[in-house]
C-alpha cells in the first residue's frame, strides 16, 4: 500500500515500511510496533534487549523482522546503541544477544559485505538508512537528538564514503516530529552548544519558540541539514510520527514512542527495529 513520498507498507507479516524505488536496491524495512508475540506495554514487536521484556520473546520478535527481508538472522549486525557520533564497519555479523554490555558502543554502522543486515532500534529517536547507487556501501545510524547535533549522520556518511561509497541516498523513518517534540530552553542551549559551528544557525532553526522557555524542536529537519551539507541530494522521508501513530489502521501502522509512553505513566517502551541489507553477490 502506497504512502506517498515514494514509501508504502509492504505486505505481509510482520508489516512495515519501505522506500518503494531504494528497496529494490537495497532491501531494506521500518519495522512498525505491530506483528510480534510481546504483550502488554510491550506489544507486540518488541526488538529491544535494552527494554525490560523477556529476552527470549525480543529474540522471537528479532527473527520474525529478519526473516520477513529474507535474513537469517545470524545475519543481522547490531550495536549496543550510546546516543554518540562513533560508526562502525561491519565486516562479520556483530553478536547480538541479550547480554548487552558484550556488544560493540556505537550509533552507526556500514558495511560492504554481501549478505550483511544493519539494524538500529529506536522508540521516537530517528532511524537512518543509507546506500549507494548501487548498493556497493550500507549504512545504518540511531540518531536521537544528542547525537544527531554532534555529528553521528557525518560520521556515518564518511564511513561509507571512506569505504568507497558512490552518490548516497538516505531514507528517514518513523521518528517524533516537531509538532509533537516540545522541549525546554536547556535542551536547546545544549544542543547549541554541541553543533558544528558551519551548522549551528541551521540547528537554531528548527527549534520552533513555543511560549516561555519552550520549543518544539524538528529532529528531521536537523538530520535533513546535516545530510545536505554532506552533499547527500537524494533524501526521502516517510514524514510519519511515532508519537500519533498509534491506531492502526489498513493505511497505517503503529509505533512505539517512549515519550508517548512517559506521558502515560507507563515504566518502560518497546523498541522498533529498522533494516538494510546488502544484497548477496
Known sequence: MMLGNGFEIAAGAPRYLRHAKTAALAPHGFFSAEGGISTGIYASLNCGYGSADDPALVSQNRSAAAASLNIDSPQLVAVYQVHGTTCIKADAVTPVSARR?????????????????????????????????????????????????????????????????????????????????????????????????????????????????????????????????????????????????????????PFFSHRLATHRHQSDSGRQISVIRKPAQ
Open 101 to 253: 554490555d558484550q556488544m560493540i558502543r556505537a550509533d552507526g554502522i556500514i558495511t560492504t559485505q554481501p549478505g550483511l543486515a544493519l539494524s538500529i532500534l529506536t522508540a521516537d529517536c530517528l532511524p537512518l538508512l543509507l546506500t549507494d547507487a548501487d548498493a556497493t556501501v550500507i549504512g545504518a545510524c540511531h540518531a536521537g537528538w544528542r547525537g544527531a547535533v554532534a555529528g553521528i549522520v557525518a560520521s556515518t556518511v564518511a564511513a561509507m564514503q571512506d569505504a568507497g561509497a558512490g552518490e548516497i541516498t538516505a531514507m528517514i523513518g518513523p521518528t517524533i516530529r516537531q509538532p509533537s517534540y516540545q522541549v525546554g530552553k536547556d535542551m536547546r542551549d545544549e544542543a547549541l552548544s554541541l553543533s558544528p559551528s558551519a551548522l549551528r544557525d541551521k540547528t537554531a532553526s528548527c527549534f520552533l519558540a513555543d511560549g516561555p522557555d519552550h520549543f518544539r524542536f524538528d529532529l528531521a529537519g536537523l538530520v535533513r541539514h546535516h545530510l545536505t551539507s554532506l552533499g547527500v541530494a537524494a533524501v526521502h522521508d516517510c514524514a510519519v510520527d511515532t508519537y500519533t501513530a498509534q491506531n492502526s489502521s489498513p493505511d497505517s501502522l
